[in-house]
Every structure is written in C-alpha cells, then in structure tokens.
C-alpha cells in the first residue's frame, strides 16, 4: 500500500523541486507552477484540434488555419518552459512592494522569466497578421505592423530585465510601438475594409475590439508585476495566463468562425486547387516553328499540244480537172 501511495506522490507536480528557484526571493511555487501547466494543457490541446481539423480540409483551404496553430504551438512550448520553472533569470527588485526579511539590508531578487517573451515574440504577431487578413493590408504595411509588435515585446523584455528606473524608458518604447500598430490598423486595414463591403467591415470591428482590449491590458500586467513588484510571482503567472489565453488562444479561434462567415474569396484570398486546374489546362500556345524558305520556282516546261487537237490541214494540190 505504502508503494503505492509513494507511486501517486511521484506523479504529482515535482517542477520546483527539480529546478530549484536557487538566488530568488520571489519565484514561482508549486501552485503557481500548476495554473502553468493548465495553460499549457489549454494551448496544446486546441492546436491539436486545429491540426486535425487542417487536415480534414482541401489544401487550398487551410490558409486561415495556420494563422491559428502557429501561435498555440508556440505558446505551448513557452507554457512548457515556465511551468517546469524553466527559462528565467534572478533580477534585484526596484520597489519594495513585496518585503523580505532582509528588505532593510538588501532589496528582494525576483524571478524574471524571460521564456514567456520568447513565446511572445513568436506569437504575438499573428493577431495582427489576422486583423491585416480581413483587409487584405499590402504586405509591405503589414510587414510594418508585424516589426513594430515585435518591437513592443523586446521593449518589455529589456524593461524587465533592467534594474534601475530606465525600465520605463523602455516601457515607454513599448507602449508607443503598440499605439502605432493600433493606429495603423484603424486607418489604413480599416478603410480597406470599408471598401470591401458591409460583412467585412463588422467582422473587422468585432475582431480588432477584441484583440486591442486584451493587447491593452499587457502594459497594465507589466506594471503590477515585474515592473513595480506588486503582485508576487504566482499572482503575476495567474495575470498574464489569463491573458495569453484571451489574446493569443481565444482571439484567434474566434478569427476562424468570423473570417468563414464572410467567406475567403470575400476577402480577396482565392486558392482553389480548381482555378489552378482549368489555368494549367490553358497551356500558353507553342511558338510556330519558323517558315522553311520557299524553293526556287523550276522553269516551266512548254505545253505539250492537246491530244485531239486538229492538226494543221494541208493545202490540196489542185488537181486537174480530167
């Protein structure tokens, strides 16, 4: 019986005490590292249901799909990481929000897990890339938005890293690159939905609402946790878990029932494996092979006279009368 009870205790959650949190005075704990694991588990299991799902589809068809498999993968493996207490490093905490026992002596470690920026900078992106689909945005404008996001996740990431109060400079780098990619979204992909009709342009509003609620929220996120020390380290994991799972799990399932709803070739985006068919059975006319230059005429041989042709009468020699 002992055996067995020593089997279930093994099963159990043992990511802290294998990768100890050593230097820190505010890290992650065992509950903490469980709501990760849940996370993890929520992202995983719907990019395998998106993945079967893909596959059920014509080839032709999976276009909006990847757009949604790529972010839950990568958010997987960075849910992964954290939750194993994996992919962070110890930073001295600038306000003393949260106390140790030595606050008055030295100002407390924090755990900073620069593993989940690493899934951001891999899957943020691809919201905006769903926004800029809706308005078929020229690739070089949404190239611009897609660096600008990736701006705003470095910005971050050296904002928690930096000790001193220059991490709001950086935070403020941040900020700014999300408010430019938000502008750039509400005029320019926009107006492109206008254009493209009623339908698209509701699906558009409700889309973008929803991805700039939660895209907002992150700098508040920031701030009550590895910028001013306020929440400690689960409290933080619980905040941002929430978060991924609205911005970077939900919105981009919900963009799949809304973008069929208008419907692919909607929105200018037409990959039937039968247009490309009946183009390839319309094969480009084979160049006409150069004219042999013609022969020299031979001289013509003169006219045989007609069979049957009355021949020259004779003059009659006069003959005498006898």
């Known amino acids: 019986m002992s055996e067995t009870v020593q089997f279930f205790k093994r099963g159990g959650n043992e990511a802290i005490k294998i990768n100890k949190p050593t230097g820190t005075d505010f890290h992650l704990t065992a509950r903490g590292s469980d709501w990760l694991w849940t996370v993890f588990c929520v992202n995983l299991f719907a990019a395998i249901v998106l993945i079967f799902l893909m596959f059920k589809k014509p080839v032709d068809d999976r ?8 972010p839950l993968l990568f958010m997987t493996i960075a849910y992964f990481t954290m939750a194993s207490n994996l992919g962070w490093t110890p930073v001295k905490a600038k306000y003393n929000h ?9 100002l407390g470690i924090r755990q900073i897990f620069y593993s989940r920026y690493c899934g951001w900078f891999l899957a943020m992106p691809f919201p905006i890339i769903q926004a800029s689909i809706l308005g078929k945005t020229p690739l070089w404008q949404m190239f611009f938005n897609i660096v600008l996001t990736e701006f705003f996740v470095v910005c971050m990431l050296l904002a928690a890293l930096v000790h001193t109060t220059y991490k709001w400079g950086y935070f403020s780098f941040a900020v700014f690159c999300s408010w430019v990619v938000m502008t750039s979204i509400l005029t320019t992909t926009k107006n492109l939905c206008v254009r493209a009709g009623n339908d698209v342009y509701t699906v558009f509003k409700i889309y973008v609402s929803l991805i700039f609620f939660f895209w907002l929220i992150y700098p508040i996120s920031f701030g009550l946790s590895e910028g001013g020390n306020v929440l400690v380290v689960d409290s933080e994991m619980i905040f941002y878990g929430i978060l991924d799972i609205c911005f970077l799990c939900f919105c981009p399932l919900a963009f ?3 973008a069929n709803y208008v419907g692919v070739e909607k929105l200018g985006y037409n990959f039937h494996h039968e247009d490309h068919e009946s183009a390839g059975a319309k094969s480009p006319a084979s160049p006409k092979s150069p004219k042999s230059p013609k022969s020299p005429k031979s001289p013509k041989t003169p006219k045989s006279p007609k069979s049957g ?3 020259p009468k004779l003059k009659k020699s006069k003959k005498s009368k006898k």
Do not use: K
């Not at 949260?98 to 030295?106: A, D, E, L, M, P």
């Open 63 to 70: 276009f909006l799909y990847y757009t949604v498999i790529a």
């Open 98 to 106: 949260n106390r140790v026992s030595t606050q008055t002596t030295h």
């Open 256 to 258: 799949l029932p809304l």
């Open 309 to 311: 042709a009355a021949s």
